[in-house]
């Protein structure tokens, strides 16, 4: 997990693309949009490192989902719905962004989701998507083998913060998604920096059961989509990736090697193919903006 200061970002960027950042987000540079979501126990600052690789030529805008970064936690969980992110996320883009302006979205693992999400109920606002490892657990037959463990985790990690034992909850997720004895070789500030948020998970969770419906929810919009994973991440969003592979109707795939977080334990592999992606759906989308509507047209699974 990715537990830096985004000041890396002001010391490395050029004076005229140092960030702006305000509670809960931060922009940096000027041009075409580029917003980014993080993953779960994360938060804006996950994406320091790609803001600096694109600030000196896109408009980066990082956002803290809710409860996390700068965000309070949800008031309740029962009625927490992924639609709450998107509103948030909807809210910042409407103060940052001119309605005229497309977007490029990258997200991981649950921001990953948040960007599908988005990219639903904003159509033909979003020029595309740059997505590790979707959490897109319905779109898996419920009697999936990969997805016991799953919900094992998630009422673990309940079952943890009801009893007040937070790195317990902490490690278990940390654990399932990093892999075995990921928590306790974590630096003690790490960990309780990721013990304080933990709270938000099981909303996470809930959150993830309730869309997509199906696979269909997925097929609506034709949006550019690169769709990366690691080949050592855990099996069931390996599953995902390949049902995601087959279903978005204008996808290219990457893997790596590298887990569930490799955007954060290795940036140097995911952020070039990020960066090359935006640039490439920037320079077809000049390309044949004299045709309203169309759309880049990419070949599945490269």
């Not at 719905?81 to 909807?90: I, R, S």
């Not at 290795?266 to 960066?275: A, F, V």
């Not at 759309?295 to 490269?302: E, F, G, H, M």
């Amino acid at each position: 997990m990715n537990v830096s200061s985004l000041s890396a970002v002001a010391s490395f960027l050029p004076p005229q693309v140092q960030r702006e950042e305000r509670h809960g987000y931060f922009v940096a540079g000027t041009g075409t949009p580029v917003l980014m979501l993080h993953s779960s126990l994360s938060s804006k600052s996950q994406w320091t490192t790609l803001a600096e690789r694109m600030a000196s030529r896109f408009k980066v805008i990082a956002v803290d989902l809710c409860g996390y970064g700068d965000n309070a936690l949800p008031k309740a969980e029962a009625s927490f719905t992924l639609d709450d992110e998107v509103a948030l996320v909807t809210a910042r883009l409407h103060r940052l962004v001119n309605a005229s302006e497309s977007v490029h979205v990258v997200g991981h693992s649950y921001g990953a989701l948040v960007a599908l999400r988005l990219a639903h109920c904003l159509r033909g606002r979003i020029a595309s998507l740059a997505l590790f490892e979707p959490v897109a657990f319905s779109v898996l037959e419920e009697k999936e083998p990969a997805l016991k463990d799953l919900w094992q985790i998630a009422e673990g990690v309940s079952r943890s913060l009801v009893s007040g034992h937070r790195h317990d909850a902490a490690r278990s997720f940390v654990d399932f998604w990093s892999g075995e004895g990921s928590y306790a070789s974590m630096p003690l500030p790490a960990q309780a920096s990721l013990a304080r948020r933990v709270d938000k998970v099981p909303f996470d969770f809930r959150a993830v059961r309730g869309w997509p419906e199906d696979a269909r929810d997925l097929r609506v919009s034709a949006v550019p989509t690169l769709l990366l994973s690691g080949s050592r991440s855990p099996a069931v969003v390996q599953l995902i990736h390949a049902l995601l592979a087959r279903t978005l109707p204008n996808v290219r795939t990457g893997s790596f090697d590298c887990g569930h977080m490799g955007p954060v334990t290795h940036p140097h592999l995911i952020n070039p193919w990020i960066e090359a992606f935006v640039d490439m759906c920037c320079e077809r989308d000049a390309t044949i903006a004299p045709r309203a509507g169309a759309v880049p047209s990419l070949r599945a699974a490269d």
